[in-house]
């Protein structure tokens, strides 16, 4: 289910959860720690069912079985199941569905989203004069500078931080980090075509990232265009399955209190 991502998991989490309730109670109870019996016990359901539970959890890929030393793991003689690592840190409210009809939920997110994104506007390319404001002053919350040279997963990450602001950002490949300009080493296909490669095997879901091309003081620089969040959508690093935000001139890995705000639909920053 590696290639599953978040938002789909989580509609079918909705989906199983609005109509069988006792999986909502045994999803709660997968730790890594107890076995079959164990959940059972404290969910006080009996095993028929539990197990039934968790093999429609399995199958959607929300649970899998926990691995040691290259086996299942098991006590007592049963085993023992953990969270796809996708979902440790999605808090339990945001399955929620309101006992509401799923497709019903669907549609009303939606539209709550269309009215939440008016008015946003993401970043635009500036003038040679406005750019050159900004290499002075430095980076900051929208903008990044890079170095030619550097690697592209190492944009990629700045990318996926990006995606989780209201206003995106962007990123100039070809000037320093003092805001020094020093032009780019590649033409804006070769890098499109290694970024938008690296995107699509580090990022989940795939973004839309648009790269424009700007003449500053005789230099070349490649702009890195990273759209406003949709407050709807959580992009996951794979690489090392973190959620991450920028900050300021920083990127950090999203704290589960706010994964859970941006499941709400509100902006962190």
């Not at 939920?105 to 994104?117: A, D, G, R, Y």
């Not at 070349?220 to 690489?239: A, G």
């Not at 991450?244 to 859970?260: A, C, D, V």
């Amino acid at each position: 289910m590696s290639s599953t991502n978040l938002q789909e998991l989580i509609t079918r989490g909705r989906f199983i959860f609005s109509r069988y309730s006792h999986s909502l109670d045994v999803f709660k109870l997968v730790n890594g720690r107890k076995n079959t019996k164990e959940i059972a016990s404290a969910s006080e359901k009996t095993l028929v069912l539990t197990l039934q539970n968790l093999k429609r959890l399995k199958d959607n890929g929300l649970i899998q079985t926990k691995i040691s030393n290259g086996k299942t793991l098991e006590k007592s003689g049963c085993i023992v199941y953990e969270k796809v690592p996708i979902l440790n840190h999605v808090p339990i409210g945001y399955f929620g569905t309101n006992n509401k009809d799923h497709f019903t939920i669907l549609i009303e997110s939606e539209k709550t989203n269309k009215k939440k994104n008016s008015g946003v506007q993401g970043l635009s390319v500036h003038s040679e004069t406005e750019l050159l404001d900004l290499c002075r002053k430095g980076e900051d919350q929208y903008y990044e500078f890079k170095a030619p040279g550097v690697d592209t997963e190492k944009i990629t990450k700045e990318i996926a931080a990006f995606l989780h602001t209201k206003k995106g950002g962007l990123i100039f490949y070809g000037i320093n980090d003092d805001g020094s300009i020093v032009g780019s080493d590649r033409r804006r296909q070769d890098l499109d075509q290694s970024l938008q490669n690296s995107i699509r095997t580090t990022i989940s879901p795939q973004p839309n990232i648009e790269i424009k091309e700007k003449e500053i003081l005789g230099q070349t620089v490649l702009i890195i265009i990273i759209p406003p969040w949709d407050r709807k959508t959580l992009y996951q690093y794979t690489k090392d399955s973190r959620f991450y935000i920028r900050k300021g001139s920083n990127m950090f890995s999203l704290k589960p209190e706010e994964i859970s705000k941006l499941g709400k639909g509100e902006w962190v920053v």
